[in-house]
């Protein structure tokens, strides 16, 4: 159970190890996307979750505090959430699956960091919960927050500053 809450021990590596966590998962999540577009990456944040709420659950089993800093698919999941918001965007406008232009994912990476560092509303409220879906929940809610974000700054950049 450790080598995969940890992501095979990324959750280990200090300083910061969700920032690691989610820069594994930004690389992965751009093979995924190369390697199947946006249905795949989607396929595969859908099949991250369960994983998540089992192996941790599993993993923090009689734990006081459930969320542990080297626990990180959470991250994962998180991450690939804000990931999936470019991806699905260069799918619907018909780019081919080695395209995936540099500002859509840095956006992603950056609104999810961001969210899950502050932890505004819905996210903090899913952190104070200390089980496990909480230590799932709060890392959903921030990809969700940053999809929206990166939504948003595509519709900014493209739409009203016509780039």
Known sequence: ???????????????????????????????LH????????????LAAIPLCLWSVGRFTAGMADPDRPEIVIDE???QWIALCAPSAGFWLMGLASDRFPWPGWVAAFLFFRLFDIWKPWLVGRADRRRDTAGVLLDDVWAGVFAAVATILAAGLSHGIMGR
Request: aromatic share 6%; no cysteine; proline share 7%.
């Open 34 to 45: 190369r390697i199947g577009h946006f249905p795949l990456l989607a396929v595969a944040t």
């Open 1 to 31: 159970m450790r080598w995969i809450v940890t992501l095979g021990g990324i959750g280990s590596l200090r300083p910061a190890p969700g920032t690691w966590a989610s820069i594994a998962a930004l690389l992965l999540g751009l093979l």
């Open 76 to 78: 994962l999941v998180g």
